[in-house]
């Protein structure tokens, strides 16, 4: 045998070492609707407050990043766009090129909205601080540009550090919920099940690995994020099938179109292509190296209501994941929280850690899940200062969130896989 030939089964032995995780197939419509009867079984006096949290926190004035500013009658501009984003229905595409011709901003974006990105600077308005590190943050239903800015200042000063938003536009709340209800029904290497939001993450998230320069890629998700999250990883672990059953020569052109459906757009195209580059970069230099890059990405989910969020390989707690949610938060009990996930049954698969507020109510990120953590970590905080953990992990042994040690610019030790 050949140098070349023993390369070359050298490679295929790697290959099949390399063994994504089996994936549950998705629910169907009648599994979501018992995911959704066993979530709403709470106590009845609990379910007006599980998404606005407790009537104390309604009464202004407003914590400086609470989503509660949203609504302001000093800032009607910025009420009225936010009203009209949550309530008219809008496409997850790009305008079109006649549209955007004859008709002006102001219109065009009543009824198209993709997903975007955007930079927010750290602390101190920094871009390039940690220059090692790149952090995504993915927003949840009913947010806009505007929302998702206050999400990201306040993970910004949080953690001091610039963030990646992937800012899943609010098509209506109609429409967001629709969306979620096709990401939770990704079905394994069927046509066109991806929506909008995970296409544009996936090729975003493998790029940062694929930089040469990233030691970490960390990503923050909530609520609807949590779902385009899912789909991210469970893109990339049939991304790395199809690597593994054609050997390193599957071409990414074809795994692209099966998964994101029939391609219209010159849009559509531009991105096939951005993800196709991504898949392959992040494989072309065999599967160690594509196992070594997956092994810097970690992720931290808030009222994850993902069906299925498992470790991409197989026997491999790879990428690293926790999870944050608080009890009575009727989202986060359609997912992480869901009295099924326990059940033995494949409807909700969940891997990764999870530390919960007991008798926590509310759903937004900021003022009901951040803000917490901030009072307790601190000790500035006097006015809201609390001395206790607001999230206890489960368990004999509950040891303390890793996302903790990220806290105001510290850094915890790398992840050993």
């Known amino acids: 045998m050949n140098a070349a030939q023993g390369r070359q089964e050298n490679q295929s032995r790697v290959v099949q070492m390399v063994k994504p995780s089996p994936w549950p197939p998705a629910n169907e419509l009648c599994d979501l609707l018992k995911v959704a009867y066993e979530a709403v079984q709470i106590e009845w006096s609990m379910l007006p407050f599980s998404i ?3 009537p104390s926190s309604w009464i202004p004035p407003f914590r400086r990043y609470s989503e509660y500013n949203i609504i302001d009658p000093w800032r009607l501009i910025t009420t009225v766009r936010y009203l009209s984003d949550i309530a008219v229905p809008a496409l997850p595409e790009t305008t079109p090129d006649l549209a955007r011709t004859l008709l002006p901003p102001v219109v065009t974006r009543r009824f198209w909205r993709p997903t975007g990105f955007f930079r927010q600077a750290d602390e101190y308005g920094g871009v390039s601080s940690f220059p090692d590190e790149h952090w995504f943050f993915i927003n949840g239903i009913a947010t806009n540009t505007d929302v998702a800015r206050f999400n990201s200042r306040y993970l910004a000063h ?8 992937v800012q899943n ?3 209506s709340v109609m429409l967001d919920l629709h969306e979620c209800i096709i990401g939770k029904g990704f079905q394994d290497r069927e046509e066109g099940t991806v929506t909008e939001p995970a296409w544009r993450a996936t090729a975003a998230i493998l790029e940062a690995l694929n930089a040469g320069q990233t030691e970490r890629v960390v990503v923050i998700a909530h609520s609807q994020g949590t779902i ?8 990339i672990a049939n991304a790395l099938q199809f690597y593994r059953e054609g050997a390193g020569k599957y ?4 795994f692209t179109q099966s998964m994101m459906g029939e391609i219209e757009t010159e849009t559509q195209k531009i991105l096939r292509n951005s993800l196709a580059h991504a898949l392959s970069e992040f494989t072309k230099h065999g599967p160690e190296v594509a196992l070594e890059r997956l092994g810097k990405l970690e992720i931290y989910t808030f009222a ?4 299925h969020m498992r470790y991409v390989i197989a026997g491999r707690q ?8 608080n009890e009575f938060d009727i989202v986060a009990r359609l997912g992480i929280l869901s009295p099924l996930r326990d059940s033995g049954q494949p409807l909700i698969e969940i891997d990764g850690p999870v530390f919960e507020q007991e ?18 970590l601190y000790p500035g905080a006097r006015a809201h200062r609390r001395k206790d953990d607001p999230f206890t992990g489960r368990g004999p042994d509950p040891a303390k969130p890793r996302l903790y040690g990220y806290f105001h610019g510290k850094r915890p030790e790398p992840v050993v896989h």
Do not use: Q
């Open 304 to 307: 994850n209501c993902a069906d």
């Open 52 to 54: 606005g949290g407790p």
């Open 158 to 165: 949080l953690f001091h550090r610039p963030v990646t938003v």
């Open 169 to 171: 536009a609010t098509r």
């Open 228 to 235: 385009i999250t899912a789909n991210v990883l469970h893109m």
């Open 251 to 254: 071409k990414w052109h074809p």
């Open 359 to 376: 008798s926590g109510l509310g759903h937004l990120l900021n003022e009901h899940y951040l803000m917490p953590i901030d009072d307790y």
């Open 318 to 325: 790879i990428p690293y994941m926790e999870h944050f949610a």
